[in-house]
């Protein structure tokens, strides 16, 4: 069995945390793009995850194991490396939590607590592994993992044409997460609420922009856009993801353009969330 997850991008969020990692999580919104990791379950003769042929995670891994009684060793690729934000952890985490299916009878939906659980104790995420298992453009209105949290999700009406790029430069989360202050997360908040009221896929970009503007720097992104900026519909970044919502006859020329810059892909809004496919 391959477990497919797309990749997600958040535009707003503010962390809700209690005093048990079930409950624990964000309120926001993001994107989920036709960008994948796979997962297939190698042995379980031990505990770990191996991403594009590299062992990460080795404490979120562990975790893991321990709460479902079981050792999983799963090898996992993907288009875009950890630490970007693009929900990579979540992925890694998700493929193995999920890959317990294959060994242990369970609900779909509890398979993926041990992986959210991992993500808050270790920081690294708190509505990654809900917002990818469900796909689409997200609103995450109560946090937890799927079965406990809860999404609602906004209906694109139409093909919306995305290119992400891999800015340059690296932050983990958690040092990104210590950067941002109450007033920014109140306007989050607020930002959500709004979301919630108008649910569009232009309110989301524009609300995203808004937030993250707070966080990270526009300056160099602004100027480097500035020649297409009237072909694009919306744009966000997001650590070093930088989601943009183009023009469709303008897609390939704007592609062209970041490509030169940047590691950049073409692609478009994942409407199914997780999926498991039987590989030929």
């Given at each position: ?6 990749l ?7 962390p809700i ?9 964000s ?28 062992e ?23 288009p875009?490396?950890?630490g ?9 985490l ?13 609900t ?10 991992a ?20 609103i ?7 079965g ?5 999700h ?15 430069g ?11 202050s ?21 309110e989301f ?25 009237s072909?694009?519909i919306?744009?966000?970044?997001k ?11 303008w ?6 353009y ?23």
């Open positions: 069995m391959l477990i497919k997850i797309p997600h991008i958040s535009g707003l969020w503010y945390i209690t005093n048990n990692p079930l409950t624990t999580g309120i926001g919104a993001g994107i989920n793009i036709a960008l994948y990791l796979t997962a297939k379950l190698r042995n379980t003769e031990k505990c770990g995850i191996i991403l594009n042929n590299e990460v995670l080795k404490d979120h891994s562990q975790t893991i194991c321990g709460k479902l009684g079981a050792n999983l060793y799963v090898d996992e690729k993907s875009i490396s950890l970007y934000g693009f929900g990579v952890s979540a992925a890694c998700l493929g193995l939590s999920l890959s317990s299916l294959l060994i242990k009878n369970n779909i939906e509890k398979a993926t607590w041990p992986a959210h659980i993500e808050v104790i270790y920081n690294t995420g708190y509505g990654d592994v809900i917002a990818e298992f469900y796909g689409g453009v997200e995450r209105v109560k946090p937890g993992p799927p406990i949290g809860v999404v609602e906004i209906y694109p009406g139409r093909k919306i044409d995305l290119i992400v790029s891999i800015l340059p690296r932050e983990d989360t958690p040092k990104m997460l210590k950067r941002i109450r007033e920014t997360y109140d306007l989050a908040k607020k930002l959500v609420e709004e979301l919630l009221e108008k649910p569009s896929v232009e970009f524009e609300k995203a922009r808004i937030f993250t503007s707070k966080i990270f720097s526009y300056d160099s992104i602004d100027e480097l856009l500035s020649p297409y900026r072909k694009i919306g744009y966000f970044r650590k070093q993801a930088l989601t943009l919502w183009v023009e469709k006859e897609l390939d020329e704007i592609y062209s970041l490509n030169k810059y940047f590691l950049t892909f073409k692609t478009w809004i994942d409407m199914y969330g997780v999926r498991f496919e039987n590989p030929p």
